[in-house]
Nanobody, 115 residues
Framework: QVQLVESGGGLVQAGGSLRLSCAPS????????MAWFRQAPGQQRVLVAA???????TYADFVKGRFTISRDNAKNTMYLQMNSLKPEDTAVYYC?????????WGQGTQVTVSS
């Protein structure tokens, strides 16, 4: 069973920054892709940013230019750097990892942006 441990969430004022981390229990190279999703209260879970195993990146339009997904192979950790945060970015953020057709989810970390 793959474990994904997220950290880095918290409360920040609008315009501020946070960096989320996702540490998997297996090597990052085990996964076909990793990504960040988020779910705001009363809304569906949506994709924020993704990184397939080739290291390319894709972003949802609502975070382009503000968020950056990256990974540190030596630390076996994936990150989501979030800048210029807005109140509408408030959500629970989830790390996911896809491996052999199975999607694994982290427990989520709360991000709250105050106006």
């Amino acid at each position: 069973q793959v474990q994904l441990v997220e950290s880095g969430g918290g409360l920040v004022q609008a315009g501020g920054s946070l960096r989320l981390s996702c540490a998997p229990s297996q090597s990052i190279f085990s996964f076909n892709a990793m990504a960040w999703f988020r779910q705001a209260p009363g809304q569906q879970r949506v994709l924020v940013a993704a990184m397939p195993s080739d290291g390319s990146t894709t972003y949802a339009d609502f975070v382009k230019g503000r968020f950056t997904i990256s990974r540190d192979n030596a630390k076996n950790t994936m990150y989501l750097q979030m800048n210029s945060l807005k109140p509408e970015d408030t959500a629970v953020y989830y790390c996911i990892a896809d491996m052999r057709g199975v999607r694994h989810w982290g427990q989520g970390t709360q991000v709250t942006v105050s106006s």
